[in-house]
């Protein structure tokens, strides 16, 4: 059994961001930290047990970022994973999602992996895109908002959440690729000897710039900050004055 995981380096949730002078992006203010997309160590979580379950299992952990994202594909090593794959972008920018997945299925049709772990969307951009476009550009099953996963033979069973908290139960045949959902498992913390291990081992880095380049089918125009186009009315008088009022108010946009 080989295992893919993808991870995404982001900024902590507090981080204060600051348009670039051009208005086409954002960037994380000066003395900012990172860490691994939540979803994403769910899913590096998912992997690590199942290589507990089955031992012979090899876990790759893949990222795409600039040169700090080395760090979460160690603390994804640190977790269980065994190599890092880094394919390294020269800035923080925008990259469309079609593009991300093209490198990533690029990788994984160089290492014929047995199933595929994506968060189900990145902390940052909430697009959820990635995933579902590697599967299909890989021409493999897919399932996303994956909350529960079972290998059976050549078949993963999964539970799924869906609208309504229900749950779909489907079943795919291997090579698949899964979405996690996050609160799946508890991702466990790094141990001290995986992560000595990871320190030291190399990772094995890819310049974007020397992979194929499918086209951009996304770009990123302008970036600004919401406007307060909301006012606040403030209800006077008696109670059954104000009872009144908002009843008018109800009334006037449809909600009675």
């Not at 981080?15 to 086409?24: K, L, Q, S, T």
């Not at 972008?89 to 049709?109: K, Q």
């Not at 697009?127 to 529960?148: F, H, N, R």
């Not at 020397?210 to 951009?216: F, K, Q, S, V």
């Amino acid at each position: 059994m080989k295992i893919l995981v993808c991870v995404k380096q982001v900024p902590v949730p507090e981080a204060i961001y600051e348009i670039d002078p051009g208005a086409r992006w954002v960037t994380p203010g000066s003395g900012v930290e990172y860490q691994m997309n939540r979803y994403d160590e769910c899913a590096v979580e998912e992997a690590v047990r199942i290589k507990e379950a089955f031992p012979e299992t090899v876990i790759d952990v893949l990222s795409i970022g600039p040169s700090r994202a080395d760090a979460v594909i160690r603390r994804a090593m640190g977790m269980g994973a065994d190599d890092g794959i880094h394919i390294m972008t020269r800035t923080a920018e925008f990259h469309d999602p079609f593009t991300i997945a093209y490198w990533i299925a690029a990788m994984a049709r160089r290492n014929t992996y047995d199933l595929i772990f994506t968060g189900i969307m990145s902390e940052d951009m909430m697009q959820g895109q990635i995933g579902p476009l590697t599967a299909e550009l890989l021409s493999i099953p897919c399932a996303t908002a994956v909350v529960s996963a079972a290998l059976h033979k050549n078949n993963v069973h999964v539970e799924r959440e869906i609208e309504g908290g229900y749950r779909e139960s489907v079943e795919l045949k291997l090579p698949a690729l899964l979405t996690i959902q996050s609160g799946i498992h508890t991702p466990r913390y790094p141990s001290l000897s995986n992560l000595l291990r990871a320190n030291k081992q190399p990772v094995h880095t890819i310049e974007a710039r020397t992979l194929a380049h499918p086209g951009d089918r996304q770009a990123a125009h302008q970036v600004k900050r919401p406007q307060n186009i909301r006012n606040g009315i403030f209800l006077e008088g008696t109670t059954e004055v104000k009872a009144d009022q908002l009843l008018k108010i109800l009334m006037e946009r449809s909600f009675l």
